[in-house]
């Protein structure tokens, strides 16, 4: 096999290969290493300078196929930035307990990729490193924060990918970029070594080129972790999706996101709808749902979020590790080092987020946002006794071009008013590619129950086969 | 305000307790003793991005029997929360500590209400080079991490604390029960118990509390009790001269015994308290409340109880419960044969502590069952109180056993039916005949010039009791 047949393998084929003994894993480490350090996307801001010393033991699940690992997430020994210049050339003493875990079952680290700092953002412009390119189209975004792992996963230069998802930062990149991209149950997978951007939310999750490649990464990733209090178990494995049909299933259209004057774009609308008809041909019906306080998700996320992030942040000042700015005294420098070593969204959340917790305004800000946030959970528990899934299109629009909204923070924020619902309620939800408009692709995606993963990606599955997506666009164009 | 206004001291404490686990509140990082600065450290510890506390299940034991030691509610739910604020003891940019959900709520120790009892993480450890001692002026700081994240439990009384004195004595019968839990070395010195006051006096009768201050860095019981008598006095001067008091916080210098105020912007904080989202609530299970009844021993204010029903002083009681080594010798001896309580105790809070000291008694030459024995040989009457005293000053020195003492230097007592002491006392009557005379016209207190006598020429082994029956029958008074 060439190189370039190499890195069209999916990695369940990859998998596949190997166990074969067709294809050698240092062979396909190279293969994509040559293609991270290759790309022009702007998507890896490290790469391995090779395979790892030791090949993984036989009968390792994930066989050797290597991963690209979102910046955020600490590696030892290499660069772990968050995509920030305080952070700028980090490299942390001990590896995030998903990585090591995805190591171990015979997945290597590939490369580190870019992303918005922190994860703020929904275009990766916010990376100190410059924004990530989206391989359907240069001149627009990949989406954000994910932004490295989606594009890299869409252009062939990794086979699979470690993304973080706190508001859609996994769903919607792989929306814009033509993939497959899961944010599981709040808790499934470890944190222990994710960089925080808001620990309530913050949720690992794979990005990949199908389903079936997303039910192989995830079923390696889940697992209470002790290093991770707030982590759980997963409740049984996580199984191989082969559904064909979806008899019986029920989906239910949030109103309020995906009704009048949502914002949702025609063109994602139209392909949202013949993804519904698609569905019904399945054998699932398709009827309306009620979320009735979902239109306040997006409140109450740039509340909640911008809060946690003000605390999680505070711990970068310059006095153990990362930039350090001199400047005579200590206010000065904690000062000079912050003002430098943030960018521009960083510092609007972390005053957001400063601001909502002060004395005098935690209950207006902090304690209605959490009221809300339970709401909204009532409303999914109440909308998941009549339906099994709540569907909407992953992001109201397709790719945006760079640069059209870095000066309108607000109109940024609703690339992510289908995604917050389901992340401040920690249930499971998945975006799938399910056609394109303006030759752009878009997303749909299917939120379940906590603990439905299985039964997601099953639908999934089913559905992605129905639609069967062209995924050349995003290789045709590099 | 007019001079003659008096006024009454308000204080409520802070005290902070580390407590004696193997690890740290929220890592697997052992409890640091001296070892060369930041080798008891982990990424959890040094706040290094991605990491996630876990809490220390036996600092919560702990906790839960401080709180039933103190006699709190234990919330059947707690949880932590993040103290925001920028310094650089504090690695993570804030302390996990409690808030509006503390482990522990109410109680009572002796006289004083608790308010709470709550867990928490220390800050490191800064050392300032340069001569300010404080981060603002000095030339450079450095910090040690390994007392960060040390466990503490954070006790808040209600304000009932009247005067420095009380403070001081309330915070040795704190130190004596926590103590006794095992959950904490509670050395003031060595900073495993550290407390603050806040103060405020107002005109005795009125109700409501004047403004607080509080003061901070009394390191020892002395100065607990000099600052605190230091800032009544400086807040009484400033009401008497027509002044106010203002709210700060404030700094005791132990060198100095002044107090300087802490006002800067280091101290100007909203802590931005909200609800740590690293770690799940606290439940507090009935297992875990079994484990901690199950481990409580007897309190001091259990143990005062118990020996004053059997027979001992009031004082003596105290004494022997809040010193828990002087109880434990105390019911050591009274284990063996012959000594009452009451006598005992008194030989124990009074005779031997004067020999011993602050040192643990059962650390002397003096075993618990020969005090018994020589506690029981004064009751006996075979060897008088002041022989029994030289007796003890033996014992302290070389140890052994008392009867062999008094037999060896012939120290026991004369009288009780003894006929060698009549001739002395006829003797001691010729010798005197003034005082003799006295007596015999109804003034005893001469009797004194007799039993003077007597002593000098038994060498103290008389009894003073038998000799004055013998003089009153001999004078016929």
Request: proline fraction near 6%; include cysteine; hydrophobic fraction near 40%.
């Amino acid at each position: 096999m060439t190189a370039s047949d190499l890195t069209r393998l999916t990695a369940v084929e990859a998998v596949a290969e190997i166990e074969r003994g067709d294809v050698a894993p240092s062979e396909l480490f190279e293969a994509y290493r040559a293609a991270a350090l290759d790309e022009d996307l702007n998507a890896y801001l490290w790469v391995a300078e090779g395979p790892p010393a030791q090949s993984p033991p036989d009968g390792a699940p994930l066989a050797g196929v290597p991963l690209a690992v979102k910046d955020l997430f600490c590696t030892e020994g290499v660069p772990s930035q968050a995509a920030s210049k305080i952070l700028e050339g980090y490299r942390p003493p001990y590896t995030a307990s998903v990585v090591a875990r995805l190591a171990a079952a015979g997945a290597p680290l590939l490369g580190k990729t870019n992303q918005d700092e922190f994860a703020m953002g929904s275009s990766n412009e916010n990376s100190a490193f410059g924004p990530v390119l989206n391989p359907w189209d240069r001149t627009r975004v990949p989406g954000g924060s994910s932004g490295g792992s989606a594009a890299a996963v869409a252009a062939g230069s990794a086979p699979w990918a470690l993304g973080t998802d706190t508001g859609g930062s996994i769903r919607q990149p792989a929306a814009l970029c033509g993939i497959v991209g899961l944010k599981p149950t709040y808790g499934t997978v470890s944190r222990y070594g994710m960089i925080a951007f808001a620990s309530s939310l913050d949720q690992a999750g794979p990005l990949t080129r199908d389903v079936s490649d997303a039910a192989l990464l995830l079923r390696h990733m889940v697992g209470r972790d002790a290093r991770d209090s707030t982590s759980v178990g997963f409740p049984g494995a996580v199984g191989t999706p082969t559904a064909e049909r979806l008899d019986g299933i029920r989906l239910g259209v949030p109103e309020e996101l995906v009704g009048e004057g949502s914002g949702v774009e025609p063109g994602v609308l139209a392909a949202f709808n013949a993804t519904l008809e698609l569905a019904e041909e399945l054998g699932a019906s398709v009827e309306t749902c009620r979320l009735p306080h979902a239109p306040h998700a997006l409140s109450a996320y740039y509340v909640i979020a911008p809060a946690e992030a003000s605390s999680n942040l505070a711990r970068f000042d310059g006095v153990r590790y990362g930039l350090r700015v001199e400047d005579g005294g200590l206010v000065g420098m904690y000062t000079k080092t912050r003002s430098r070593g943030f960018g521009a969204e960083v510092k609007r959340r972390i005053m957001l987020g400063t601001y909502s917790l002060s004395s005098g305004y935690y209950d207006a800000y902090y304690g209605r946002a959490q009221r809300v946030r339970t709401k909204i959970s009532a409303d999914f528990r109440a909308a998941f006794e009549n339906f099994d899934f709540v569907v909407t299109p992953t992001s109201p629009s397709v790719a945006f071009e760079l640069g059209s909204k870095t000066d309108d923070p607000l109109a940024m924020y609703l690339n992510d008013f289908c995604t917050v619902p389901m992340s401040l309620a920690g249930i499971p939800a998945i975006s799938i590619p399910n056609g394109l408009s303006e030759g752009l692709p878009t997303g749909f995606q299917m939120a379940g129950p906590a603990f439905s993963e299985n039964r997601i990606l099953d639908a999934a599955f089913a559905l992605e086969q129905a639609i069967g997506f062209d995924h050349s666009g995003a290789r045709s164009a590099a | 305000m007019s001079p003659e206004i008096e006024y009454e001291p308000v204080i409520g404490l802070e005290i902070h307790v580390q407590l004696s686990t193997r690890t740290k509140m929220f890592c697997g990082c052992e409890l640091s003793f001296g070892e060369p600065p930041n080798t008891r450290t982990c990424p959890v510890c040094l706040g290094l991005p991605g990491t996630l506390p876990r809490a220390n299940a036996r600092a919560i034991h702990f906790g839960l029997m401080i709180g039933l030691a103190l006699g709190c509610d234990l919330a059947p739910r707690s949880i932590f929360h993040r103290k925001n604020y920028f310094y650089p003891d504090l690695p993570k940019g804030y302390q996990i500590s409690q808030y509006d959900e503390p482990l522990c709520k109410g109680g009572r120790l002796g006289d004083v209400r608790i308010h709470r009892v709550h867990l928490e993480e220390d800050a490191a450890k800064l050392i300032h080079a340069g001569s300010s001692g404080r981060i603002h002026g000095s030339d450079s700081s450095v910090v040690d991490f390994n007392r960060g994240g040390t466990p503490l439990a954070e006790i808040v009384t209600e304000p009932d604390v009247r005067s420095a004195a009380q403070a001081r004595e309330w915070l040795t019968l704190l130190r004596t029960t926590l103590r006794s839990l095992g959950v904490s070395d509670v050395n003031m010195e060595e900073g495993s118990l550290r407390c603050d006051a806040n103060i405020s006096i107002r005109p005795v009768g009125q109700v409501a509390l004047g403004t607080k201050t509080e003061l901070k860095n009394m390191n020892s019981f002395r100065y607990l009790e000099r600052g605190v008598n230091a800032e009544i006095a400086r807040q009484e001067a400033l009401l008497r001269a027509g002044e106010e008091v203002v709210q700060e916080t404030l700094h005791f210098d132990p060198a100095t015994e002044r107090i300087t105020s802490l006002r800067s912007k280091e101290e100007a904080h909203d802590y931005r308290y909200f609800p740590e989202p690293d770690l799940v609530p606290v439940a507090t299970s009935e297992a875990m409340l079994a484990a901690a009844r199950d481990a409580m021993p007897e309190l001091p204010a259990a143990r005062e109880t118990r020996l004053e029903a059997l027979g001992v002083s009031a004082a003596n009681a105290r004494q022997l419960a809040w010193r828990t080594e002087l109880g434990d010798y105390f019911e050591a001896a009274l284990a063996g044969d012959g000594a009452e309580a009451q006598p005992l105790a008194n030989w124990v809070c009074n005779e031997l502590v004067a020999r011993v000291g602050e040192d643990d008694p059962a650390t002397s030459k003096v075993q618990p069952a020969a005090l018994a024995k020589l506690v029981a040989l004064v009751s006996e009457k075979a060897v008088t109180v002041n022989n029994a005293k030289v007796v003890l000053d033996r014992l302290v020195a070389d140890g052994g056993d008392p009867a062999q003492i008094v037999a060896a230097e012939g120290l026991g007592a004369m009288g009780g039916g003894d006929d060698a002491l009549d001739p002395i006392v006829e003797a001691a009557l010729a010798a005197n005949t003034d005082a003799a005379e006295k007596i015999r016209s109804g003034n005893m207190k001469a009797i004194g010039a007799i039993i003077g006598h007597v002593m000098r020429e038994t060498k103290g082994r008389a009894d003073g009791a038998e000799v004055t029956r013998i003089v009153r029958e001999k004078l016929g008074v």
